[in-house]
Nanobody, 118 residues
Framework: QVQLVEAGGGLVQAGGSLRLSCSAS????????MSWFRQPPGKERESVAQ???????QYADAVKGRFVISRNNTANTVYLQMNNLSPEDTAVYSC????????????WGQGTQVTVSS
């Protein structure tokens, strides 16, 4: 019902920046919220950032002040601008949407690898 395609991952040196994008196959106003999660190697998946339809962002403590989540309603895309990256940010980053209201559940993208070298 909902397809999500992430892009923008890659290899970057510590202190560098990357911007991830997540493009949805549906109008993003039909989602209650859009979020980014990440799973570092050998660790559990963790929440990174969330943005609601009212454009209110929330961030995990580990990324506050460095990451910015934003949305382009016309393009049906959510972004994650990641600045001042550190090796601890290395993970597979995945986009997810809360589609409970219109689609009956959550949907996930395939994930994109972010590797930060020291």
């Amino acid at each position: 019902q909902v397809q999500l395609v992430e892009a923008g991952g890659g290899l970057v040196q510590a202190g560098g920046s990357l911007r991830l994008s997540c493009s949805a196959s549906r109008n993003i106003f039909t989602f209650d919220s859009m979020s980014w999660f990440r799973q570092p190697p050998g660790k559990e998946r963790e929440s990174v950032a969330q943005i609601t339809n009212s454009n209110r962002p929330q961030y995990a403590d580990a990324v506050k002040g460095r990451f910015v989540i934003s949305r382009n309603n016309t393009a049906n895309t959510v972004y994650l601008q990641m600045n001042n990256l550190s090796p601890e940010d290395t993970a597979v980053y995945s986009c997810t949407v809360d589609g409970s209201t219109f689609y009956g559940g959550d949907f996930w993208g395939q994930g994109t690898q972010v590797t930060v070298s020291s």
